[in-house]
């Protein structure tokens, strides 16, 4: 063999290689690196690996997860404010110098070069000169907080909120960092948000979805379906996707086949699963199988009837702007609508999309690289006042005692303009997300930007301590609640994140 490479002018084998030529000498080595692999595995199950025996990580907790029930409602691991969870996010990274932070000294110094960004390059390329907001912002609330005029609605509710203006993410491109906010990391694969807290908590209606996902109506975020599905966890604790526009297709009952036959049909089907299940019973794939199939059976009903509006007053749907001339405005403000007849049954995750990527950069999203004003003028409004709708009525239902809301987008934008454009870069180094509801303190503000809104400097914030904070108001341990997968226990927050004790109410 070594005589043959030479010949085809191969280069020669290094001193490893020849002693791969040998068959005892490579079942050998083969036979090491498969032991080293299982004990890899087994020290992994043991929490040792990596971490030393005298400094294993906390023991972790898996739900108690029946086969034939894997959405029955858990307990959580302590106490909890939050029973569900709220998550309205704008895509294409909102700009919170035209929203929620207010810069004093970025006014005053509107025109001039950013001290030590002289030839500053980010994501697109050259930055222009500082920028000053395109909206004008004013005191709201009787807290006094300054919010911009592109948000009013949202703007009058501050009294409500808890704002986090010290947030960092890791990525300055959309996809890892869409991907980062709703699943704590940069890759595609990994579980989002409510996949992992169906997965802990399951949900307190048996005839609807743990985790729902509403699309906006101009189409899908960026990452797509990666924003809700399950990763490795278990595929009946991803995210259910309808809207208001465009309900869970395939659930209505064929023309052609009469209501009793339908229900004689079913009533047949169980029959059979259930003596298959006596006779294998402990097949966790079929019962799982059976409750996906009976919960799909119930959403026939359960999923109509949420989605339909008709009885919903003429006062709430002028609230919603449901028939607004705009039909952007209007689908969005049905989506609201829906999101809050979710949680009013006890769905446990609902995430709510603002701005799609179909339709281009910044023109269906927040993504204002050339020309934000005009952008924001169009994205503005169709956010705002159904926003606004949906968390007062949240709050005058009494929903926002046990419902965290959270708002946020995927990172933040540039204190200046890009050079040769009206519009600001990606910045990942400080942006704003707010809370509010269930054991959030209100009106609050923790963290800060410089002077300028560039950069995070007073308490400084990840979204991994932003998801183990969204994790502790539902009562569940972020360091804790681990899924087995490859040998790696693993977490939302992965081995960071700390609760930020500072916005508990």
Request: aromatic share 10%.
């Amino acid at each position: 063999m070594v005589q043959f490479r030479i010949a085809m002018g191969a280069p020669p084998l290094s001193p490893i290689g020849r002693r791969f030529l040998d068959r005892r000498d490579f079942l050998q080595l083969a036979g090491n690196g498969l032991g080293g692999i299982a004990l890899s595995t087994l020290l992994a199950e043991q929490g040792f690996l990596g971490t030393g025996i005298a400094h294993a990580r906390p023991e972790p907790i898996r739900p108690d997860i029946h086969p034939e029930s894997p959405l029955a409602p858990r307990a959580p691991h302590f106490s909890a404010k939050a029973k569900k969870v709220l998550f309205l996010f704008c895509s294409g990274a909102c700009s919170q110098l035209e929203t929620w932070d207010y810069k004093p000294e970025l006014i005053k110094r509107h025109g001039e070069p950013l001290p030590g960004g002289e030839g500053l390059v980010t994501f697109q390329g050259k930055q222009g000169n500082l920028t000053q907001p395109l909206y004008e912002f004013r005191p709201r609330g009787e807290c006094g907080k300054y919010t911009s005029e592109l948000l009013p609605h949202l703007g009058e509710l501050v009294d409500e909120m808890c704002f986090i203006h010290s947030m960092t993410a890791k990525s300055n491109t959309h996809g890892p960092g869409t991907n980062q906010m709703n699943t704590g990391y940069i890759l595609e694969g990994f579980p989002s948000i409510g996949s992992w807290v169906s997965y802990a908590l399951g949900t307190e209606d048996a005839d609807l979805p743990a985790f729902v996902a509403i699309p906006d109506p101009r189409g899908w975020p960026q990452s797509g379906p990666n924003n809700w599905a399950s990763g490795f966890l278990p595929a009946v604790f991803q995210g259910t996707v309808f809207n208001a526009d465009k309900p869970i297709p395939n659930l209505q009952r064929p023309p052609e086949i009469a209501p009793d036959e339908d229900r004689a049909a079913r009533d047949f089907l169980k029959v059979l699963n259930e003596r298959r299940l006596e006779r294998f019973p402990g097949d966790t794939e079929l019962a799982a199988r059976i409750a996906s199939y009976e919960l799909a059976a119930k959403m026939q009903l359960s999923a109509a009837e949420v989605g339909d509006f008709s009885k919903e007053s003429p006062a709430t749907r002028k609230m919603y702007c449901v028939e607004d001339p705009n039909p952007l405005k209007a689908g969005f403000g049905r989506n609201c609508l829906l999101a809050r007849r979710l949680i009013e049954r006890g769905v446990r995750f609902v995430q709510l999309f603002n701005g799609a990527y179909a339709m281009g950069e910044g023109v269906g999203n927040w993504d204002g690289h050339k020309v934000l004003k005009q952008q924001y003028d169009v994205h503005g409004p169709i956010l705002d006042e159904p926003a606004a709708a949906l968390l007062k009525d949240l709050r005058a239902r009494g929903l926002l005692e046990d419902t965290l809301v959270v708002w946020s987008t995927e990172f933040g934008r540039m204190p200046t303009f890009q050079a040769g454009a009206n519009g600001r870069d990606h910045n990942p180094d400080g942006f704003t997300v707010w809370l509010a509801g269930a054991g959030v303190r209100h009106p609050f503000s923790y963290g800060a930007t410089d002077q300028f809104g560039y950069k995070a400097v007073e308490q400084v914030t990840t979204i991994y301590d932003l998801h183990a904070t969204i994790l502790r108001l539902l009562g569940l341990d972020h360091e804790r609640l681990s899924f087995l997968h490859n040998g790696f226990e693993r977490r939302l927050t992965d081995v960071h994140g700390q609760v930020i004790e500072e916005v508990l109410a």
